[in-house]
């Protein structure tokens, strides 16, 4: 009697056995050897358009220039009247990403520029200005065309030694800003270009 009120305990104990040797025989391995599909780098946009000039767009969904490159009127204190790249419009916390391959050359506060990144590659130089002080690349850091580098930054920030930058009601902004935007700067041999003749 004892026999037969075990049997079944004794069979579901063999499938439970079988069924552990078949989940670690055929599909453990796949599990693991699916981790090898990431990136190494995981922040990398992966649909983007490449110009003809081999150049992606420095923040992927925001295309509006509320200032292009070359002599303007300034938009607030401090701002030059030469605009030595484009304002693109983009709220805070929007991703910025690498245009290309290179390495990064410069981060932290740079004058009427707030919080920059700058990438160098050759004799060029890539400059994200107005950006969140938060930094995810550090200089030094190679990077890959696509890469998430940082963020649109926000206008007011606080504790920035020699900060002269402020807005109407008094409070420090990130450099010679209005509001949240990214200003894309490129210079070639040390000379500012118009940054629209790389995404033609």
Avoid at 105 to 113: D, E, I, V, Y
Wanted: contains cysteine; aromatic residues 16%.
């Amino acid at each position: 009697m004892s026999n037969s009120f075990f049997m079944p305990f004794k069979f579901l104990i063999l499938f439970i056995i079988s069924m552990i040797l078949f989940i670690s025989i055929f599909f453990i391995p796949f599990m693991e050897d699916s981790s090898l599909a990431y990136s190494p780098h995981s922040n990398i946009i992966t649909s983007m358009d490449i110009s003809s000039s081999g150049y992606v767009w420095p923040s992927p969904g925001y295309t509006t220039i509320n200032s292009y490159f070359g002599y303007r009127t300034s938009p607030t204190a401090g701002a030059s009247s030469y605009h030595s790249g484009l304002d693109i419009g983009a709220p805070e916390g929007s991703t910025l990403i690498a245009v290309t391959s290179g390495t990064i050359t410069f981060t932290g506060f740079l004058g009427g520029g707030g919080y920059t990144i700058t990438l160098s590659k050759d004799n060029m130089k890539f400059t994200y200005c107005h950006v969140s002080p938060v930094y995810i690349v550090k200089k030094g850091d190679p990077v890959v065309q696509g890469q998430v580098i940082g963020y649109v930054g926000p206008k007011n920030v606080y504790g920035v030694k020699g900060n002269q930058y402020y807005d109407s009601n008094g409070n420090p902004t990130n450099g010679a800003t209005t509001g949240p935007h990214l200003h894309f700067g490129v210079r070639v041999n040390n000379n500012y270009i118009d940054p629209l003749t790389l995404f033609n």
